[in-house]
């Protein structure tokens, strides 16, 4: 391991996440903007859905760890929500039991210690005309219609176990002309809805009510030498004002 010892944050889902390093994805954004104060740890899983989680759930957040993330951010249920494979495999997981599922994943993340606290990621819309254009019918049974009770049933679910929640259901729609500027493939997410993606997370987490804060100005800067030149500005000052850049212009009344 790396000194000094930083927050850890995990992203921990299916290629939403695997993929958030890519093109100004929000992964990459998050890592930026923490870069002197957490640590963003990658856990993506392209292809996955919940069940898959479950299984890896002890491997990739052991209960036993010395050191145990700060903040978790959990996205599945884009793959859960396909319709059934005729042949009866595939990514599909009933409504119920992903819910049962998201459950399991938010309780074993909140008992791993009394500062780790949970963000889950609502299953956000897609554009199911470029999915048929790029795709084909190489993917097949993907549809808002079928995807929505899964974000709002998400939604409940984080409010009956005290897990902050995301909703990029509704978020990412309320962007101009979200159909066309969105997505890659009609899935995953442009720069543009990435900046949607740190701008809701960062609001979360600015706004909740945890002690110790863990939006990025409230933590400490690492290493916070200077050359003491009088009137300039220091290298603190400096990180803050990149900081302030790194981040969305949407989200600018959140700092």
Same mark, same amino acid.
């Given at each position: #391991?790396?000194?000094? %010892?930083?927050?850890?944050?995990?992203?921990?889902? $299916? *290629?939403?996440?695997?993929? $958030?390093?890519?093109?100004?994805?929000?992964?990459?954004?998050?890592?930026?903007?923490?870069? !002197?104060?957490?640590?963003?740890?990658? !856990?993506?899983?392209? %292809?996955?859905?919940?069940?898959?989680?479950?299984?890896?759930?002890?491997?990739?957040? &052991?209960?036993?760890?010395?050191?145990? &993330?700060?903040?978790?951010?959990?996205?599945?249920?884009?793959?859960? *929500?396909?319709?059934?494979? &005729?042949?009866?495999?595939?990514s599909h997981v009933p409504l119920s039991e992903f819910i049962e599922n998201m459950r399991k994943i938010g309780e074993h993340l909140l008992s791993l210690s009394d500062k780790t606290r949970v963000i889950f990621l609502s299953p956000p819309p897609m554009n199911e005309t470029q999915i048929q254009l790029v795709f084909g019918d190489a993917i097949k049974g993907r549809n808002n219609e079928v995807c929505r009770p899964y974000a709002e049933a998400l939604l409940k679910l984080c409010s009956d176990i005290n897990v902050k929640c995301v909703d990029l259901w509704n978020a990412i729609q309320q962007q101009d002309d979200w159909l066309n500027t969105c997505f890659t493939d009609g899935i995953h997410f442009t720069a543009k809805a990435s900046e949607v993606v740190v701008k809701e997370v960062l609001k979360v987490v600015k706004e909740a009510d945890w002690k110790p804060s863990l939006h990025w100005k409230s933590l400490p800067i690492e290493f916070p030498f200077d050359f003491g030149v009088p009137?300039?500005?220091?290298?603190? =000052?400096? =990180?803050? #004002?990149?900081?302030?850049?790194? =981040?969305?212009?949407? $989200?600018?009344?959140?700092?």
């Open positions: #391991m790396v000194g000094p %010892g930083r927050p850890q944050i995990v992203l921990f889902g $299916s *290629s939403i996440v695997q993929y $958030s390093f890519i093109n100004g994805g929000w992964g990459a954004v998050l890592a930026d903007v923490y870069s !002197r104060t957490a640590d963003i740890i990658l !856990r993506g899983y392209g %292809g996955w859905n919940s069940r898959f989680a479950l299984k890896v759930l002890d491997q990739v957040f &052991p209960k036993d760890a010395v050191v145990q &993330p700060s903040l978790v951010i959990v996205y599945f249920g884009g793959n859960d *929500s396909k319709a059934p494979h &005729p042949s009866g495999h595939g009137n300039s500005l220091s290298l603190t =000052e400096i =990180e803050l #004002m990149r900081n302030d850049q790194l =981040e969305p212009p949407p $989200s600018a009344s959140l700092l």
